[in-house]
T-cell receptor, first 116, second 115 residues
Framework: AQSVTQLDSQVPVFEEAPVELRCNYS??????LFWYVQYPNQGLQLLLK????STLVKGINGFEAEFNKSQTSFHLRKPSVHISDTAEYFC??????????????WGLGTSLAVNP | DAGVIQSPRHEVTEMGQEVTLRCKPI?????LFWYRQTMMRGLELLIY????????DSGMPEDRFSAKMPNASFSTLKIQPSEPRDSAVYFC?????????????FGEGSWLTVV
């Protein structure tokens, strides 16, 4: 069965510093990979997703992620964070063979706290 | 464009009372999800509808929970009777058809506190 592990539950960082949020998945088959962000008191919204093609995926707000099949990872990065990036970040994985996305497997989230 | 609309945003109720959460999905989306989010368990899928039909309700915790989707633009999640352990954020989300690579669009959530 597929699973998603977000290796850090909390990541504190200073403004303008780089950040990496780590995500590993377990699957013996091909996967679709997602990062969603949840700002305080809001719902989740898509940051970026990998379906196929280039392993480096660029998303909104200057974030990017790299799919590494050999390491089964999909780490999220930003070269310089802002206070407004303070949020909860969720990694998720799905099976491309599934007919719909109800079987999306979610990580437990990483809380990014950007300090001035 | 309007996103997924949920109501109420916040609800505080007493144990034993009935709670009804409402959702209007994005027009044209065929899939609708109800999720529950807690600190302990993270994000859990409660039920999934496709074309207004409940396809997967294996995540519904117990018979106190029920969900309906009478038409393509409205769904409800009902808890009766409510218990303190039901306190959580409940998200409605929708997605277009077309496979597991589609983006899921979330509402802002209904924050439920049962005292």
């Amino acid at each position: 069965a597929q699973s998603v592990t977000q290796l850090d539950s909390q990541v504190p960082v200073f403004e303008e510093a780089p950040v990496e949020l780590r995500c590993n998945y377990s699957s013996s088959v091909s996967v679709y990979l997602f990062w969603y962000v949840q700002y305080p008191n809001q719902g989740l919204q898509l940051l970026l997703k990998y379906l196929s093609g280039s392993t480096l995926v660029k998303g909104i707000n200057g974030f990017e992620a790299e799919f590494n099949k050999s390491q089964t990872s999909f780490h999220l990065r930003k070269p310089s964070v802002h206070i407004s990036d303070t949020a909860e970040y969720f990694c998720a994985v799905s099976d491309p063979a599934a007919g719909n996305n109800r079987k999306l497997i979610w990580g437990l989230g990483t809380s990014l706290a950007v300090n001035p | 464009d309007a996103g997924v609309i949920q109501s109420p945003r916040h609800e505080v109720t007493e144990m034993g009372q009935e709670v009804t959460l409402r959702c209007k999905p994005i027009s044209g989306h065929n899939s609708l999800f109800w999720y529950r989010q807690t600190m302990m368990r993270g994000l859990e899928l409660l039920i999934y509808f496709n074309n207004n039909v409940p396809i997967d309700d294996s995540g519904m915790p117990e018979d106190r929970f029920s969900a309906k989707m009478p038409n393509a633009s409205f769904s409800t999640l009902k808890i009766q009777p409510s218990e303190p352990r039901d306190s959580a954020v409940y998200f409605c989300a929708s997605s277009p058809d077309g496979g597991s690579g589609n983006t899921i669009y979330f509402g802002e959530g209904s924050w439920l506190t049962v005292v």
